[in-house]
């Protein structure tokens, strides 16, 4: 006959189980935090690119000022995807320098340049080349910043505009 005992210091293998489930409970809460890691890494790259594509298009806005008169006689003007200008006059050095600073920052980096009379330009298709307004778009590839869930955003480039007048 089996005889129970009512002492607590008997029960064999309990402990074993209650340092079980904390081992899982704190395995999974390992497995959280790696997982808020890689996001915030993923999420602050992508915030430095767009950082650099501000900088890079108001460097762009600061060189259009300081060259005002090649400015406005369409010196300035550029496509994306254009090559860089052939070289021979300041708007000119100055785009090739912009060229290939967004190149050497940003992955896929590009850049338009195009003026506009217009006050509230909607992007690079408002452009009708007068007036003293300038847009100036920079884009590259986010890929990287983007959900792994949305596969079309995987795909699609990342532009920022920015409209500055002389």
């Known amino acids: 006959m089996m005889q129970y005992s009512n002492h607590p210091g008997r029960q064999a293998g309990f402990n074993l189980i209650e340092v079980l489930v904390a081992l899982v409970v704190l395995a999974i809460g390992l497995l959280g935090l790696a997982s ?7 999420f602050n790259h992508s915030a430095y690119m767009r950082t650099q594509a501000i900088n890079l298009a108001y460097d762009m806005s600061d060189r259009i000022r300081a060259n005002r008169s090649a400015a406005l006689s369409g010196g300035y003007e550029l496509g994306l995807g254009d090559g860089p200008p052939g070289a021979g006059s300041i708007a000119s050095q100055d785009l090739t320098e912009w060229l290939n600073a ?3 920052l940003l992955p896929s980096g590009d850049g338009a340049v195009c003026r506009t009379s217009s006050n509230a330009p909607t992007g690079l298709g408002s452009c009708d080349g007068s007036g003293d307004v300038f847009v100036i778009v920079v884009q590259w590839d ?12 995987a795909e699609e480039t990342t532009q ?6 002389l």
């Open 36 to 42: 808020l890691q890689a996001s915030s890494l993923k």
């Open 142 to 153: 986010d890929s990287r910043g983007a959900d792994s869930d949305d596969a079309r955003a």
């Open 102 to 104: 967004l190149n050497a």
């Open 160 to 165: 920022f505009m920015l409209v500055t007048g």
